[in-house]
């Protein structure tokens, strides 16, 4: 497995082992949706982030990593329940943030997983949650969006789609992916930034919500494929 930087690894793995609880610690739970799957996620992760902060003394990405986010959920039980989607293939798990999609396809019998993620402390958590679930998932930092394609057989996306510049990034890439042979799975809760037309639906799932600031507990998230 490709290491993260030695800090951000380290901190995490600091932060893992820390005595205590409260709501600005992190905790091995299993996935509320992917119960199969056990993540190291934060109780609250905005208090969480803001202790790190404080602690550092300067701005930290948000830690998207640190909540099992909808869109993954969904993509991650969709992988678990149709394993042949997965099994024997290269996949690729792009912005994995928690690794849970990545884990979910090592599980299901991928022949390789890449997860990728351009937030350092993201590439750490893959690596201390794949550890957790006894899987091999190779951690990527790079940005690839503006590659070609991908070597993948597999890419999975969960999630991708929160912000609007992203999504004007995101969108081509998959579909270069797709065009280039590889089978393209997106997990979408719908956040408002996908152009009608290019994604059509494989599934639907009612996913309980853990990340912050949402205001309902169940989310309606869709699994996706370009057209």
Do not use: C, K
């Amino acid at each position: 497995m490709n290491r993260p930087p030695v800090d951000a690894l380290t901190e995490l793995e600091r932060e893992i082992d820390a005595p205590g609880g409260g709501l600005d610690r992190l905790r091995l739970v299993p996935t509320p949706f992917v119960p199969e799957v056990r993540l190291h996620l934060a109780e609250d992760a905005i208090v969480w982030w803001a202790r790190m902060e404080a602690s550092a003394g300067h701005t930290l990405p948000p830690p998207f990593w640190a909540s099992a986010w909808a869109g993954g959920q969904a993509l991650a039980r969709h992988l678990l329940d149709h394993p042949d989607l997965a099994a024997g293939r290269r996949v690729l798990d792009l912005a994995a943030g928690s690794g849970l999609v990545a884990i979910a396809a090592a599980l299901a019998g991928a022949s390789q997983v890449v997860a990728n993620d351009v937030d350092p402390y993201a590439v750490a958590a893959v690596t201390v949650n794949a550890r957790a679930n006894r899987v091999y998932v190779q951690a990527s930092h790079q940005d690839l969006l503006d590659d070609d394609g991908t070597q993948a057989d597999l890419l999975l996306a969960g999630d991708v789609l929160y912000d609007r510049d992203l999504a004007v990034r995101v969108l081509p890439y998959l579909r270069r992916a797709a065009d280039g042979g590889a089978q393209v799975l997106v997990g979408d809760p719908d956040r408002g930034h996908l152009p009608p037309d290019v994604l059509e639906v494989v599934a639907s799932y009612p996913v309980p919500t853990t990340e912050p600031s949402v205001d309902s507990p169940v989310r309606r998230v869709q699994v996706l494929r370009p057209r």
